[in-house]
Structures are given as structure tokens and as C-alpha cells.
């Protein structure tokens, strides 16, 4: 499964990007993408074309909710990477997709990499 955090999914819905490539290339190999309704309230909050939300609904008709275990999760991976101000959402991303057993693609690596010791690998 591919996680994606909202920037990777902005990305690939752009014509033309390397991660549009890819996320076709998932789609063709029957690879199943998925994203937490946090990166999606995330990607929601734009600015985005009329366009790049229908495609996102058709992609991700019902992204991932979170869980207790998300919540804890999130918190054990905020304590354990030094209580970073406005990381909150980052930590919840990062603990759906330990949960789901998920790669996470993003574009943020430097936000997310410091997550890499807790499970999620980056693409």
C-alpha cells in the first residue's frame, strides 16, 4: 500500500510531474493507494482546481480514518522526535501509515524522515 501525504498528492494530480508518473505506474500495477483524512483535509485546504478535487474523490473515494491507535501512535512518534511545534499533522500521517503497513509517498522527506526509525518508508 502507498500512503500519500498531501503534497505528494497535489503533485501528482499536476500534469506532467514526476508524480503523476508514478501514481499512474501504482494504478497500472494494481498497487492500492490510499491517504488519511488528515493528509486530505490537508490537500482540501488548497488551493486546488475543481478539476484536481474530482480526481481526489475518485481516487481516494474514503480515505483512511484515524483510530485510537493513530492517536497514540502519533504521540509516542511527536515525544520521540523532539515535541517539533506544528508537527502534530505529520505525526498523524506518519502513524496511519505505520498502521496500515504503508510506504508514505511525500515530498516533504525532511519533515517525514525523522518518522523513518518508526516504520513508514518514504517514497
Known sequence: MIHFDANFLVAAL???TDAAALLDGWVEKGDEVAISTVAYAEFLC????????????????????????????????FNATGRRSRSLSDCLIAATAIRLGAS???????????????GPRLL
Open 14 to 16: 499536476a500534469e506532467n
Open 46 to 77: 488548497g488551493p486546488l482546481s475543481a478539476d484536481a478535487e474530482t480526481e481526489s474523490d475518485s481516487l481516494f473515494p474514503e480515505p483512511i480514518p484515524l483510530i485510537p491507535q493513530d492517536a497514540k501512535k502519533a504521540a509516542e512518534l
Open 104 to 118: 508514505l509517498a511525500t515530498y516533504d522527506r525532511d519533515d517525514f524522515v525523522r518518522f523513518a526509525a518508526h
